[in-house]
């Protein structure tokens, strides 16, 4: 089973501060998705990134996937307490099964 | 977009019994589904790849025998905990593939999970 780390696995920041949540692999995968997780509920497909090097924005996120497609990182900008939540990377195994993260929990206090 | 449907949200069972979950794909068929299973603030362990018409692919260490999966038709997976006990009291996720993303990649929609409690 090819392992992801990610780190950190909680951060608490206060509000308008940034962060960088990092994922990283010694193994290459086809594709790495990034989700966001609420307490009592499923993971939610935030991105996927494909191509290394890619970086994608989405709101005050940025993700961005390595050029030998092994790690990734997700930056928020002037982060708000509604990005709160639990953030999870799941790398994919071909065109089966993800293999996902230890999670970030974050907390932004206001 | 796909929507997976989780059921039931939550269950209480006593210990001994058995407890079933279904999963369903509302607007697409899924040839494949995934149960997980997530400890409290922890993140999400892959128990079984759940294959339509043919036998579930368990992840090494889970009992086949104690999770039962059925895959029957192409819209809906079942996850069946036998003879549960205490330490079987977790958040069970299923997932489905949807289909492509928009870079071809593997896109698999969540369900909202079910929350089993074992007395």
């Known amino acids: 089973t090819q392992l992801l780390e990610q780190s950190p696995q909680f951060l608490s920041i206060q509000e308008g501060e940034n962060l960088t949540v990092y994922c990283n692999s010694s193994?290459?995968?086809?594709?790495l998705q990034w989700y966001r997780q609420e307490p009592g509920e499923g993971p939610v497909l935030l991105v996927t990134?494909?191509?290394?090097?890619e970086v994608k924005k989405l709101k005050r996120l940025t993700f961005q996937f390595g050029d030998a497609r092994k790690d990734s990182s997700l930056h928020i900008t002037a982060a708000q307490p509604g990005d709160t939540g639990l953030y999870l990377c799941a790398g994919a195994q071909g065109a089966q099964k993800l293999v996902f993260g230890q999670g970030t929990r974050l907390t932004i206090n206001p | 977009g796909a929507v997976v449907s989780q059921h039931p949200s939550w269950v209480i069972c006593k210990s001994g019994t058995s407890v079933k979950i279904e999963c369903r794909s509302l607007d697409f068929q899924a040839t494949t589904m995934f149960w997980y299973r997530q400890f409290p603030k922890q993140s999400l362990m892959l128990m079984a790849t759940?294959?339509?018409?043919?036998?579930?692919?368990?992840e090494q260490g889970v009992e086949k025998d104690k999770f039962l999966i059925n895959h029957a038709s192409l819209t809906l997976s079942t996850l069946t905990v036998t003879s549960a006990h205490p330490e079987d009291s977790s958040f069970y996720i299923c997932?489905?593939?949807?289909?492509?993303?928009?870079?071809?990649?593997?896109?698999?929609?969540f369900g909202a999970g079910s929350r089993l409690t074992v007395l």
């Open positions: 759940s294959n339509e018409g043919s036998k579930a692919t368990y």
């Open positions: 990134v494909v191509t290394g090097g």
């Open positions: 997932s489905a593939r949807g289909g492509a993303g928009e870079d071809g990649a593997n896109v698999l929609t």
């Open positions: 193994s290459v995968f086809s594709s």
